[in-house]
């Protein structure tokens, strides 16, 4: 079986391919899943949103306006999914989300631990617009352009915010990795 290019599988999408949904989401569902979950802090939500974003997708492909902006295209629907669910709830939008590192021995298991812990503690302290951009950047590998597509702002406002969120993770987080606050 050939391996599609989002540009194609957008070209395909639009031309109203079945198939062509089915490689989107085996493609994207588990990374739109796990960006809503990093926002939501709830398993349940983030299945909900990531199911909402697709549904959306398939009536929305007409909204689709480049077949070369297929990822940040997607994205932007979590994203309005995930503030939709923010207004509604009117939760914190905290970060919760099960390890991502761990180390070869019992020791190294806990002090990463503790590290995940310590690191995903202080992302989910900032405000979510800051937040958002650090995830979309940072998990996601999107562009400064892609995350300005997805966010709506412009690409200096996203590397300003992206900075922002960086420089005071990195103030934040100095008194536990060697240095002082």
């Known amino acids: 079986m050939q391996v599609l290019s989002d540009k194609e599988v957008a070209t395909r999408l639009r031309g109203g391919d079945v198939e062509a949904f089915a490689e989107l989401y085996k ?3 588990s990374r ?15 299945d909900d ?12 492909v007409g909204t ?7 990822r940040s295209w997607l994205f932007s629907i ?13 939760g914190n939008g905290r970060i919760r989300e099960e390890d991502i590192w761990s180390g070869e021995t019992p020791h190294e298991d806990m002090v990463n631990s503790e590290t995940v812990e310590i690191v995903r503690g202080m ?3 900032l405000k979510p617009d800051y937040r ?23 690409e200096s406002s996203v590397k300003s915010r992206l900075f ?16 002082k606050e």
């Open 78 to 90: 979590a994203r309005n999914e995930v503030y939709i669910h923010f207004r509604k709830t009117r």
């Open 64 to 70: 689709l306006r480049s077949a070369s902006s297929l």
């Open 123 to 125: 992302i989910a302290l």
């Open 27 to 29: 493609r994207y569902h």
């Open 132 to 154: 958002e951009v650090l995830i979309l950047r940072e998990y996601e590998q999107l562009s400064y352009s892609e995350i300005a597509e997805v966010t709506g702002d412009t």
């Open 32 to 46: 739109v899943r796990r960006f809503a979950l990093k926002l939501l802090r709830d398993p349940s939500a983030a």
């Open 164 to 179: 922002k969120a960086r420089k005071t993770l990195l103030k934040k987080l100095k008194p536990y990795f060697g240095g």
């Open 49 to 60: 949103i990531a199911q909402e974003t697709f549904m959306k997708a398939q009536k929305g």
